[in-house]
T-cell receptor
Framework: AQSVTQPDIHITVSEGASLELRCNYSYGATPYLFWYVQSPGQGLQLLLKYFSGDTLVQGIKGFEAEFKRSQSSFNLRKPSVHWSDAAEYFCAVGAGGATNKLIFGTGTLLAVQP | DGGITQSPKYLFRKEGQNVTLSCEQNLNHDAMYWYRQDPGQGLRLIYYSQIVNDFQKGDIAEGYSVSREKKESFPLTVTSAQKNPTAFYLC????????????FGPGTRLTVL
């Protein structure tokens, strides 16, 4: 069965530092992969998604993610974090088949120090 | 503006009462979804609907019911059979094809007293 693991529950970085959030997935074929961001008490906003093709995907707000099939990973990166990036980040994989069901990871809560 | 609306934002109910959460979208999307979010558990799928008058159970459907009488609307009823209903509930919609982006509403926080 498909699954997603986000090993880091909570990460703290300093403003201006680089960021990498880890995501590992379990899926038999080429997956659909997504990163969403959630501010406290709000819905989720899509940052970026991978379907096929170029393994380095650019998203909104300066984020990017790299699909590595050999490592079953889809890590999210940002070269310089801003205080407004403090939020919870969710990785998700498409469940496969004809539906558009998503399997979500448990999330990584990002705190940004001044 | 196109989007997904959920109402109310906060909902308080007494134990043993059924409660219905509203979800409306004007994106002309065929598929709609209900998720439950608890701290440290990510999002878990309750029900989803690929098309009007059709819906399927997700991973945690027990104690919940839905209807899909209109394309724009997908209300969720939390019944008294749901053992631990206090949570944050998120509705989403998508075109419906595999791999499509799901767009989320702002959520409803349900507290059962």
């Amino acid at each position: 069965a498909q699954s997603v693991t986000q090993p880091d529950i909570h990460i703290t970085v300093s403003e201006g530092a680089s960021l990498e959030l880890r995501c590992n997935y379990s899926y038999g074929a080429t997956p659909y992969l997504f990163w969403y961001v959630q501010s406290p008490g709000q819905g989720l906003q899509l940052l970026l998604k991978y379907f096929s093709g170029d393994t380095l995907v650019q998203g909104i707000k300066g984020f990017e993610a790299e699909f590595k099939r050999s490592q079953s990973s889809f890590n999210l990166r940002k070269p310089s974090v801003h205080w407004s990036d403090a939020a919870e980040y969710f990785c998700a994989v498409g469940a496969g088949g004809a539906t558009n069901k998503l399997i979500f990871g448990t999330g990584t809560l990002l705190a940004v120090q001044p | 503006d196109g989007g997904i609306t959920q109402s109310p934002k906060y909902l308080f109910r007494k134990e043993g009462q059924n409660v219905t959460l509203s979800c409306e979208q004007n994106l002309n999307h065929d598929a709609m979804y209900w998720y439950r979010q608890d701290p440290g558990q990510g999002l878990r799928l309750i029900y989803y609907s690929q098309i009007v008058n059709d819906f399927q159970k997700g991973d945690i459907a027990e104690g919940y019911s839905v209807s899909r009488e209109k394309k724009e609307s997908f209300p969720l009823t939390v019944t008294s059979a749901q053992k631990n209903p206090t949570a944050f509930y998120l509705c989403a919609s998508s075109i419906g094809l595999a791999g499509d982006t799901q767009y989320f509403g702002p959520g409803t926080r349900l507290t059962v007293l």
